[in-house]
């Protein structure tokens, strides 16, 4: 009797030691990560990164969330792609363009005028060359998660309605901590100002900056659009939004947890996708709302024309060359 009740003591005390050994040990524990967003809370990114989060409590039981920082509390997006780098922060919600700089590929994808259409950066975002791009940041210390829409951006300034590249001589033109978008502006025979988002709207009513250039939503949600009424629809690059997880949060998860993360990052791709659009239209009818001139007749083809020397400089050939060719003979 005695020995049998010392053998349940045992047990208990064992299963107890189990438990607890789970909990410590590494994939098992739970945990907040922490998400960076440079958009305001109600932007379709912040909404997607929303929607991992309720996805991810769902599917691990409530163990794993993501507390999502939005409207820069983490830091400006240059700032918050290094310390996720580092692991400060565990994921990032960034624009391909100033990722350039520490994923060669994520630069490719912010090139001027190299997707024909939403549809063609559909096709290759969502294929295997979109996969391949994702892996690719794994060399860098990121973990890709997925892409998101971001439109077209386009150029808006408070001097004048810019219709080809001569319109833009002189004009200090804001752009994203990006060399290649620097070199662009460079190109069009403006002066680049790289300047953080969250100072673009004082660098516009102060005059620091003539302008910028950005997408409908963007456009309007900071007020730019208030600031710089002359929009012209250049539609230069097609810019995508990228899901990334640091390398040292994503070695805290177990196989199983990461296939959770995996699939709750693309599940938010396809919600953020319908928002997009929503947002987009909602956006462009807002802007006219709010007095923007919508430059008629503006010359892309001129534009792309004054921009492919951009190509020479950044793509060399081997790897990179090879990645935008394939992107381009993608139907
Ligand atoms: C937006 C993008 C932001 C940021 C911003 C910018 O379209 O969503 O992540 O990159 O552009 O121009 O800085």
């Given at each position: 009797?005695r020995?049998?009740a010392?053998?349940?003591?045992?047990?208990v005390?064992l299963?107890?030691?189990?438990l607890?050994?789970?909990?410590?040990g590494?994939?098992a524990r739970?945990?907040e990560?922490?998400a960076?967003?440079?958009q305001t809370a109600d932007?379709?990114?912040v909404?997607?990164?929303?929607t991992?989060?309720?996805?991810v409590r769902?599917?691990?039981?409530?163990r794993?969330s993501i507390?999502?920082?939005?409207?820069?509390?983490?830091?400006?997006?240059?700032?918050?792609?290094e310390?996720?780098?580092?692991g400060?922060i565990?994921i990032?919600r960034s624009?391909?363009?100033?990722?350039a700089?520490?994923v060669?590929e994520a630069?490719?994808l912010?090139?001027?005028?190299?997707?024909?259409?939403?549809?063609?950066?559909?096709?290759?975002l969502?294929?295997?060359?979109g996969?391949?791009?994702?892996?690719?940041?794994e060399?860098y210390?990121?973990v890709?998660?997925?892409?998101?829409?971001?439109?077209?951006?386009?150029?808006?300034?408070?001097?004048?309605?810019?219709r080809v590249p001569?319109?833009m001589a002189?004009?200090?033109?804001?752009v994203?901590?990006?060399?290649q978008?620097?070199?662009m502006?460079?190109?069009?025979g403006?002066e680049?100002?790289?300047?953080?988002?969250?100072?673009?709207?004082?660098?516009?009513?102060?005059g620091?900056v003539?302008?910028?250039?950005n997408?409908w939503?963007?456009?309007v949600?900071?007020?730019?659009?208030?600031l710089a009424r002359f929009h012209?629809?250049t539609?230069?690059?097609?810019?995508p939004?990228?899901?990334v997880m640091?390398?040292?949060?994503?070695a805290a998860?177990?196989?199983?947890?990461?296939?959770?993360f995996r699939?709750?990052?693309r599940?938010?791709?396809?919600?953020?996708?319908?928002?997009?659009?929503?947002?987009?239209?909602r956006?462009?009818?807002a802007a006219?709302?709010?007095?923007?001139?919508?430059?008629?007749g503006?010359?892309?083809?001129?534009?792309?024309?004054?921009v492919a020397?951009?190509?020479e400089q950044f793509?060399?050939?081997?790897?990179?060359r090879?990645?935008v060719e394939r992107?381009r003979?993608?139907?």
């Open positions: 009797m020995a049998c010392r053998g349940a003591v045992l047990a005390l299963s107890a030691v189990v607890v050994s789970q909990v410590l590494g994939a739970a945990r990560f922490r960076a967003d440079t932007y379709p990114t909404q997607a990164l929303l991992m989060d309720r996805l769902e599917r691990t039981g409530g794993h507390k999502v920082f939005h409207s820069r509390q983490l830091g400006e997006e240059k700032e918050t792609i310390q996720t780098r580092v400060a565990d990032n624009s391909t363009a100033p990722f700089s520490f060669p630069g490719v912010a090139l001027p005028y190299l997707f024909r259409s939403v549809e063609h950066l559909h096709k290759v969502d294929g295997p060359i996969d391949e791009i994702l892996a690719s940041f060399a210390g990121f890709g998660l997925a892409f998101y829409d971001s439109g077209a951006r386009s150029f808006y300034n408070t001097v004048r309605p810019i001569a319109d002189g004009l200090r033109i804001r994203q901590q990006s060399d978008m620097i070199v502006i460079r190109l069009l403006a680049a100002i790289a300047l953080p988002y969250g100072q673009v709207t004082t660098g516009l009513s102060t620091i003539d302008g910028a250039e997408n939503p963007s456009y949600s900071t007020d730019h659009v208030k012209s629809a539609e230069h690059t097609m810019t939004e990228v899901l640091s390398a040292r949060a994503w998860l177990d196989a199983a947890d990461r296939q959770i699939q709750a990052a599940e938010s791709a396809l919600y953020m996708r319908q928002q997009w659009f929503e947002w987009e239209g956006s462009r009818a006219r709302g709010a007095g923007a001139v919508l430059t008629e503006v010359d892309k083809k001129a534009f792309a024309d004054a020397p951009l190509y793509v060399p050939p081997g790897r990179l090879d990645l992107i003979m993608v139907e």
